[in-house]
């Protein structure tokens, strides 16, 4: 992930986006966002609607409120302990929505608890940048505070390239590992069912999600080149066919 948003950084540099003073903005995205929506998106991702919905969130108002945020926004250091909480009580919440363990009356409650906590650092946060805009708006820097607007938006966006391609690692991982310790798949043609697994999924994240529970793979012996074929073929006539 570490080079991948090294390229981007880079890239936005060279086409005269970035700069050093939107360090700080990019240090606390990487934090708060990029981890979280590489974290959130391996479990929950299941095809390109999951995608679309992530980059149309990112063009929707808050980009307006970063722009206010940004403006007058408090030290590196705190805001990186801000952003350590937020990024922590956020993952915690995404846990237990996604986990049916805590989906109990006290489990509701405690995300409550938790959604207005977050919501309170916001309010404040913005609270505190609107309070500094009125103070001072003959020192604004419109073209900074311009890239400061977008500046979350643009690396979200470019992100997400590389969170689809992570999630269909994850989903590549898993057909495989399942495959290795699969019995009834002879080893002689484990290798060859992923080359041709590969080659049917593509970069296809609802055929690589799906392939395991919709596919026979599970409950069939695979003994020979033809038994993949007709594995293969089963799967794309029962959910792919037009």
């Known amino acids: 992930m570490g080079i991948y948003v090294y390229l981007m950084i880079l890239f936005l540099h060279k086409i005269g986006f970035w700069d050093i003073s939107l360090l ?3 240090i606390i995205w990487i934090v708060a966002v990029a981890f979280i929506s590489s974290f959130r998106a391996v479990d ?10 992530v980059i149309k969130d990112n063009i929707k108002l808050i980009i307006i409120l970063t722009f206010v945020v940004n403006l007058y926004s408090f030290s590196l250091i705190y805001e ?5 909480i937020i990024t922590v009580l956020s993952m915690l919440v995404a846990f237990m929505n996604n986990n049916p363990e805590y989906q109990d009356k006290d489990s509701k409650l405690l995300i409550n608890v938790l959604n207005t906590i977050l919501a309170i650092i916001g309010f404040y946060a913005l609270f505190h940048s609107i309070k500094m805009t009125i103070s001072n708006l003959d020192s604004i820097n419109l073209i900074k505070q311009l890239k400061l607007l ?5 690396l979200s966006v470019m992100f997400t ?9 994850s989903g590549y991982e ?3 590992s399942r495959i290795n310790f699969k019995k009834t798949i002879d080893d002689e043609y484990k290798l060859y069912l992923k080359f041709k ?3 049917f999924c593509n970069i296809n994240l609802n055929k690589i999600k799906n392939f395991i529970p919709r596919s026979k793979i599970m409950y069939n012996h695979i003994n020979s080149k033809s038994d993949v074929k007709e ?9 792919f066919s037009v």
Not at 80 to 84: A, S
Not at 150 to 154: A, I, M, R
């Open 24 to 26: 700080k903005n990019t």
């Open 44 to 53: 929950n991702a299941k095809d390109i609607n999951y995608f679309i919905n």
């Open 80 to 84: 990186l302990i801000q952003v350590f």
């Open 150 to 154: 977008f500046l979350p938006s643009v």
């Open 161 to 169: 390239i590389y969170v689809y391609f992570l999630v269909i690692y």
């Open 174 to 176: 898993q057909i495989f």
């Open 197 to 199: 697994t590969m080659l």
């Open 231 to 239: 594995i293969l073929n089963d799967y794309k006539d029962n959910n």
